[in-house]
T-cell receptor
Framework: ELKVEQNPLFLSMQEGKNYTIYCNYSTTSDRLYWYRQDPGKSLESLFVLLSNGAVKQEGRLMASLDTKARLSTLHITAAVHDLSATYFCAVDMGAQKLVFGQGTRLTINP | DTGVSQDPRHKITKRGQNVTFRCDPISEHNRLYWYRQTLGQGPEFLTYFQNEAQLEKSRLLSDRFSAERPKGSFSTLEIQRTEQGDSAMYLC????????????FGPGTRLTVT
């Protein structure tokens, strides 16, 4: 059974700082997704990583994938308050059926 | 609006009642997925369709749950004899097999069983 673990689960940081969220998964997969969720809202797609070594960047967020280590990271650069949300990674277990991590609740303080 | 839509957005029902949710995927998307999300957790896969065929159901989907996608367009998820443990956000997502790997989520239906 595919398991996806994120850490940390809670992260409180100051504006302007950098930090990384880690996503480990237990079985082989070549596709990994990152989503953002605001309280009471649905999921917003951030990145789809399709192969080993894939790196994607959008604004202050950068995601990478190492399929050999079964690890993805989401790096936040110079955080701003608007990035406060819960971030989920999800692994494709075939046919785009996604297994999600527990989520990382990120709070960015002024 | 060309995104995934779901109806209703909120549903409050009494234990034992039946409820039905609807999902309209992005036009021309041939895959449709249902997930369930409880408070503080990530979404969990329930079932998915490719066109009108239901190809897989999670073991989370008990016999009280049934899903359909007639004609490969919108989908419905019905829960019979609801229980308090069914209270959750039910999310629908769609994608286009063979084009992009993006999976787009709808706004969800929040079910509260009293």
């Amino acid at each position: 059974e595919l398991k996806v673990e994120q850490n940390p689960l809670f992260l409180s940081m100051q504006e302007g700082k950098n930090y990384t969220i880690y996503c480990n998964y237990s079985t082989t997969s070549d596709r990994l997704y990152w989503y953002r969720q605001d309280p009471g809202k649905s999921l917003e797609s951030l990145f789809v990583l399709l192969s080993n070594g894939a790196v994607k960047q959008e604004g202050r967020l950068m995601a990478s994938l190492d399929t050999k280590a079964r690890l993805s990271t989401l790096h936040i650069t110079a955080a701003v308050h608007d990035l406060s949300a819960t971030y989920f990674c999800a692994v494709d277990m075939g046919a785009q059926k996604l297994v999600f991590g527990q989520g990382t609740r990120l709070t960015i303080n002024p | 609006d060309t995104g995934v839509s779901q109806d209703p957005r909120h549903k409050i029902t009494k234990r034992g009642q039946n409820v039905t949710f609807r999902c309209d995927p992005i036009s021309e998307h041939n895959r449709l997925y249902w997930y369930r999300q409880t408070l503080g957790q990530g979404p969990e896969f329930l079932t998915y369709f490719q066109n009108e065929a239901q190809l897989e159901k999670s073991r989370l989907l008990s016999d009280r749950f049934s899903a359909e996608r007639p004609k490969g367009s919108f989908s419905t998820l019905e829960i019979q004899r609801t229980e308090q443990g069914d209270s959750a956000m039910y999310l629908c997502a769609s994608s286009y097999r063979g084009r992009s790997y993006e999976q787009y989520f709808g706004p969800g239906t929040r079910l509260t069983v009293t």
